[in-house]
């Protein structure tokens, strides 16, 4: 059985920010600016859930296989 995602609703805005941009797993998107300011929180927080990986580059994350399937989750 499939174990359900939660997901809070920054946590869905960033994961649609993903989708708006077509990302697979392992492709970096760049969040910068404002975008990354205001995001920040969000997106340690869906690191530290295995669901984004934290780039080199400055606000650089890419999708995990398992953030891509919260990403798809996502209405």
């Known amino acids: 059985m499939e174990e359900e995602i939660v997901l809070t609703t920054a946590e869905q805005r960033v994961l ?3 989708r708006r941009f077509l990302m697979t797993p392992g492709q970096m998107l760049c969040f910068y600016g404002p975008n990354l300011k205001q995001n920040l929180t969000t997106l ?3 690191t530290d859930r295995d669901f984004l990986v934290k780039e080199k580059f400055q606000g650089g994350y890419s999708l995990t296989l398992e953030g891509y399937a919260a990403m798809n989750s996502c209405d």
């Open 16 to 18: 649609r920010t993903f």
């Open 44 to 46: 340690e927080r869906l």
